[in-house]
């Protein structure tokens, strides 16, 4: 049994959508952010020493990243399902988007959120940073087109690692500059199995408002 150590508000939470997808049974051990500094609390380093979230304990496979945890319970639960055939170039392509979520397109929001808090000193990197996250986001939203889904239009763990850059990207405003990444958040926030992770969960803030 897969036990998800999710964190609210979090990127863990395309981790159960996945799970739910995949009718996979599992437990769920859910974190509350310190409501004063947003930050994770103190009992996720008993789980893994960062003391980050999501984690999954796969009777005692400890697994972080969101990356190698959608990998792992694809190929080790997934039954062929949400993946391209490997060794296929729509298998490579789907690899690509399963690092490019973390490897390229978070980071710059990241680089914004904590370089929002130091105020005027941040100024000179900001138009840089702003810059760096149009073109991610641009790159994803002109691969996705007029697909329902990045990977031959079939719904695929990539599409579960990049939901969170959509849904970000949304609440951040840019849906008015890709409308299409808007109805992609509207196509997977649909789905029943997002619906079902939804509401074992505390309120996520990057829910799209009906």
């Not at 974190?31 to 947003?38: A, C, G, P, V």
């Not at 893994?48 to 003391?51: A, C, K, Q, V």
């Not at 973390?102 to 980071?107: L, Y």
């Given at each position: ?5 999710h964190?609210n508000?979090s990127?863990s ?5 996945l799970l ?7 437990v ?11 930050l994770?609390?103190?009992?996720l380093?008993?789980i893994?020493?960062?003391?980050k979230?999501?984690v999954?304990?796969?009777?005692g ?7 190698a ?10 039954g062929?399902?949400?993946a391209?055939?490997?060794?296929t170039a729509?298998?490579e ?5 399963l690092?490019?979520a ?6 710059p929001f990241?680089?914004a959120?904590?370089?929002a808090?130091?105020g005027?000193?941040?100024?000179p990197?900001q138009?840089r ?5 149009g ?9 996705l ?13 990539a ?10 990207a ?7 500059h890709?409308p299409n990444l808007?109805?992609?958040?509207k196509?997977?926030?649909g789905?029943?199995a ?7 969960t505390?309120?996520?803030n990057?829910?799209?408002?009906a």
């Open positions: 049994m897969i036990t998800v150590h964190l508000n990127r939470q395309r981790v159960l959508w739910e997808e995949l009718q996979i049974p599992y769920l051990k859910a974190y509350s952010r310190d409501l004063e500094t947003n994770a609390p103190p009992e380093k008993a893994h020493p960062l003391g979230s999501p999954i304990d796969d009777d496979v400890v697994i972080i990243e969101s990356g945890i959608t990998d792992y319970i694809i190929r080790r639960h997934g062929g399902r949400l391209p055939t490997p060794g729509a298998h392509t789907y690899l690509q988007w690092h490019f973390e490897g390229s397109a978070m980071t990241l680089l959120l904590y370089t808090r130091l005027d000193a941040a100024a990197l138009p940073i702003q810059e760096q996250i073109a991610h986001v641009a790159y994803f939203a002109q691969e087109g007029s697909n329902d889904w990045l990977i031959d239009n079939q719904l695929s763990g599409d579960v690692m990049m939901s969170f850059i959509a849904e970000i949304v609440a951040q405003g840019l849906g008015a890709f808007v109805s992609y958040v196509r997977l926030q789905r029943p997002w619906q079902t992770a939804m509401a074992k505390e309120p996520y990057f829910t799209m408002k």
